[in-house]
């Protein structure tokens, strides 16, 4: 019994080995093929990903190699934006100390001249009331006599 199984059993692997070497031999070899193809195939696409990752890097460093630079750029703006300011402020300022100075001169000169006509004003009202209360008809004739021979002796 136990040779009955035993040549049974080798019966199947030699009918098995027989006709299903070359069907099996085929699809091995085609699996093979297949495989190869795949790893070419995986081999170009590591290439191109792998070109790609180098050109990526190359723009990413650049990338922070500009934005180092535009930091810079944007710095040295603020400061000229900076400067320009506070030179505007300054030249606006030193205008505006000499527009004020100018108006207080002139808001001075008019008040003094304003002043000047008040004084002269309330001046010849004071003389007039004093020469209507001390000068008489006869002091009168006597001043415009005395006028009369300065003007006519001295020439």
């Known amino acids: 019994m136990i040779i009955a199984a035993l040549f049974n059993f080798a019966l199947l692997l030699f009918i098995l080995w027989y006709f299903g070497k070359a069907p099996l031999q085929q699809m091995l070899n085609e699996r093979k093929e297949m495989l190869s193809k795949e790893i070419q195939e995986a081999g170009s696409l590591y290439e191109v990903a792998?070109?790609?990752?180098?050109?990526?890097?190359?723009?990413l460093s650049?990338?922070?190699?500009?934005?180092?630079?535009?930091?810079?750029?944007?710095?040295?703006?603020?400061?000229?934006?900076?400067?320009?300011?506070?030179?505007?402020?300054?030249?606006?300022?030193?205008?505006?100390?000499?527009?004020?100075k100018l108006m207080g001169d002139t808001e001075a000169k008019k008040l003094q001249n304003v002043l000047q006509k008040e004084v002269a004003s309330r001046s010849i009202q004071a003389a007039q009331l004093y020469l209507n209360a001390h000068f008489t008809e006869k002091d009168h004739h006597k001043v415009v006599a005395e006028y009369l021979e300065s003007v006519h002796g001295g020439t």
Request: no cysteine.
């Open 50 to 59: 792998s070109q790609d990752f180098s050109k990526w890097e190359g723009a």
């Open 62 to 100: 650049n990338i922070e190699a500009d934005a180092v630079n535009f930091e810079g750029q944007a710095k040295e703006a603020v400061q000229r934006g900076r400067k320009h300011i506070l030179e505007t402020a300054e030249k606006d300022a030193a205008r505006i100390k000499v527009e004020a």
